[in-house]
């Protein structure tokens, strides 16, 4: 894929996330992990991008950076999120302002990698972007099970 239609499919990405995790969403669902799969499969299509051949110790340092942050922002993302059941016993959950602010923070600190392999002459692809979105939305997508599943009915039944 061209390098203008994977910046197309991140900001699409993003955009359906953010729009998620902002408004009262169910989780648990089967395919959680699906959007994040697609994703990967899209940045290994272009695998000629994920590592400046140049450049390799470079590289490696800035995409395993890269997966570092996309680490610590799922588990935030995860964490900023409040969570409930419903009477029905349905898990939920919505992104707080803290999660907005998270957003922006990793955001900034990719921009951040970026101007640094731009400064040390590294080529970087899409591909190191859309893994990093990956990772960090099936990190958070798994953490938020996890968190639902500690979390009790918001009814309580008489003993």
């Known amino acids: 894929m061209s390098g203008p239609v994977n910046?197309?499919?991140?900001?699409?990405?993003?955009?359906?996330?953010?729009?998620?995790q902002l408004r009262p969403t169910a989780?648990?669902?089967?395919?959680?992990w699906l959007i994040p799969a697609v994703l990967a499969?899209?940045?290994?299509?272009?695998?000629?991008?994920?590592?400046?051949?140049?450049?390799?110790?470079?590289?490696?340092a800035l995409f395993a950076a890269e997966l570092v942050v996309a680490a610590v922002t799922g588990v935030l993302w995860a964490l900023?999120?409040?969570v409930w059941?419903?009477?029905?016993?349905s898990a939920m959950a919505q992104g707080t302002k803290a999660t907005a602010v998270v957003w922006v923070l990793g955001i900034a600190v990719r921009v951040g990698l970026y101007a640094i392999g731009s400064a040390?002459?590294?080529h970087q692809g899409s591909g190191t972007v859309m893994?990093?979105?990956?990772?960090?939305?099936?990190?958070?997508?798994?953490?938020?099970?996890?968190?639902t599943?500690?979390?009790?009915?918001?009814?309580?039944?008489?003993?």
Request: net charge positive; hydrophobic share 50%; proline share 3%.
């Open 27 to 32: 989780v648990g669902g089967r395919r959680w």
């Open 80 to 82: 900023t999120t409040r």
């Open 120 to 122: 040390a002459g590294v």
């Open 41 to 60: 499969v899209f940045a290994l299509r272009d695998s000629g991008g994920i590592i400046d051949r140049n450049h390799q110790h470079a590289a490696v």
């Open 131 to 147: 893994l990093a979105v990956a990772a960090a939305l099936l990190i958070r997508g798994g953490t938020l099970l996890r968190r």
């Open 7 to 20: 910046a197309l499919v991140i900001l699409a990405v993003i955009g359906l996330v953010v729009a998620r």
């Open 85 to 89: 059941r419903e009477a029905d016993g």
């Open 149 to 159: 599943r500690e979390v009790e009915p918001s009814y309580r039944t008489a003993p």
